[in-house]
């Protein structure tokens, strides 16, 4: 039983005024990323490349989800035409936002001469790489999540995604619905206030909600919630106060709803935490 709220839902817009279609997922990202060209500890394998031809076009590359064996797969990792590396990386991405992630192609390939809003993020990358300053680290660490931020951004504009959360939102009804239920977890969402948010009827918005997302409308928002409900007891929040945040009417609610999804009660990842 979800509990029902009076306060009105507000919603992120961009500096257009447009939704923000990204924001609440990437808030809930948790980025670590270390230099793959130097012995910088958990360098790792690159999954992050900027290549650059003997004419000096460069070329981005990146892989979420590469591991080392397999390499093999993707053959974007490899230089083509006489290319050099300027810059590689290894990203490792964890947290609720994940799922955004995981939604991108297993391996993206841009020639930057195509994509001017990711030059312009590149080059002061590719500079902070080659010419290392002071405060060096910390700009790599942050223009590396403003790529992958680009990166997410032109999947989802250019169609990069068959199926799955960027699918959804790059849907502009099922976007509305989608960042209603990931900014407002709490929310006393149903399905028809989620097809009257994104201006659909209930028949309509359930099949394309499915359809492009792969689950549907409130199963998806049960597991959005459970989801945070998870990171909150990680982070040493209370049973009964993270019941309220997920909108459960009550810890007792909202413990069996933990247990189904995890197979373990919610008081047990607590204690976990707090160890």
Not at 97 to 117: D, F, H, M, R, T
Not at 121 to 128: G, R, S
Not at 151 to 166: D, F, I, P, V, Y
Request: charged letters at 20%; aromatic letters at 6%; glycine letters at 8%.
């Amino acid at each position: 039983m979800i509990r029902s709220t009076e306060v009105p839902v507000a919603y992120r817009t961009s500096f257009s005024g447009k939704l923000d279609r990204l924001s609440s997922l990437i808030d809930r990202l948790r980025v670590q990323v270390a230099n793959a060209m130097t012995d910088e500890p958990g360098g790792g394998m690159a999954n992050l490349v900027i290549y650059a031809d003997p004419s000096g076009e460069h070329r981005l590359v990146y892989c979420p989800l590469l591991e080392e064996e397999e390499t093999q797969h993707f053959p974007e990792t490899a230089p083509v035409m006489g290319e050099a590396p300027l810059v590689a990386a290894n990203i490792a991405i964890s947290g609720i936002g994940k799922q955004l992630i995981n939604a991108l192609p297993a391996c993206i390939s841009v020639p930057l001469s195509e994509e001017p809003y990711l030059t312009a993020v590149v080059t002061p990358l590719i500079e902070e790489a080659t010419m290392p300053r002071c405060g060096g680290q910390a700009a790599f660490q942050r223009l590396c999540e403003v790529v992958v931020i680009r990166l997410l951004r032109h999947a989802m504009e250019e169609g990069k995604a068959n199926t799955g959360l960027l699918n959804g939102l790059a849907h502009p009804r099922v976007a509305a619905a989608l960042v209603a239920i990931h900014e407002a977890p709490g929310e006393a969402w149903t399905l028809e206030r989620l097809a009257e948010t994104a201006g659909m009827s209930r028949t309509q918005f359930a099949v394309t909600f499915k359809d492009l997302v792969g689950a549907t409308p409130m199963g998806y928002l049960s597991n959005w919630r459970l989801d945070i409900a998870r990171a909150e007891l990680e982070g040493g929040r209370q049973v009964k106060s993270v019941a309220t945040i997920c909108g459960f009417s009550s810890p007792a609610a909202f413990s069996r709803a933990f247990s189904r999804r995890f197979g373990y009660p919610p008081k047990q990842k607590r204690k976990q935490a707090a160890a």
